[in-house]
């Protein structure tokens, strides 16, 4: 491997190469040498390899936190030209798109994301991270005329979790029936309070999501 590689361009084409793997054949399929043999076509060495990742799982877990941070991402982007309502439901058809896009890296990891520390990663995220972004937009539809919601702030906090951890099958597995109850009773509950987001549209994507991921 050349030396003017840097580190991060690495653990970048690493976790690529793994990500396209274990799209391909699953994760269960796929082993540390199967990465390993792939990596060293393209003049990357084992000991390269292995100074960044002991295994597979923490190479998943790697594109994983990358995952997590694009979906951050999508929830930060605001585009001032629609209302707070509009913003907040487009940001949830954004979040929704892309994990369509990843579907296969997520139906690979779905026992990796069904653990602990997954669990435990995504609660601090949705409560430190989203929850200020989502109470923020609320503000702004107060404002706006668009939403209602006399508290923001624990109306922020509901959707975050709600959207970025409870819909998630991987840690609340569901028969479909099950998941568009949950759906239905989200959009009852945050219409009640004056965040009415979930509308037809969303429902109808988050099921699509559950057709595609889990049932297929």
Not at 55 to 65: F, H, Y
Request: no cysteine.
């Amino acid at each position: 491997m050349p030396r003017t590689k840097s580190p991060q361009k690495t653990i970048n084409k690493i976790l690529y190469i793994a990500s396209k793997l274990f799209s391909q054949k699953g994760f269960e399929q796929v082993k540390m040498q199967d990465i390993i043999d792939k990596l060293t076509t393209l003049g990357f060495t084992k000991g390269a390899i292995y100074h960044h990742f002991k295994n597979k799982e923490d190479i998943l877990q790697a594109i994983l936190a990358q995952y997590e941070e694009q979906i951050e991402s999508i929830w930060r982007i605001q585009r001032s030209q629609i209302n707070a309502r509009d913003k907040l439901k487009n940001i949830m058809l954004a979040h929704i798109a892309h994990t369509f896009a990843h579907k296969s890296l997520i139906r690979s990891s779905l026992k990796i994301l069904n653990s602990p520390y997954a669990l435990a990663n995504r609660m601090q995220i949705a409560h430190n991270n989203l929850s200020p972004i989502i109470e923020s937009i609320i503000e702004q539809g107060n404002i706006d005329g668009s939403l209602s919601v006399a508290y923001p702030k624990p109306a922020s906090q509901m959707l975050a979790w709600a959207v970025y951890v409870w819909l998630d099958n991987a840690f609340y597995p569901l028969s479909q029936s099950e998941y568009t109850h949950k759906i239905r009773h989200l959009r009852i509950m945050f219409e009640g309070v004056g965040l009415s987001v979930i509308d037809e549209e969303v429902s109808s994507e988050f099921l699509r999501l559950w057709r595609e991921i889990i049932a297929d």
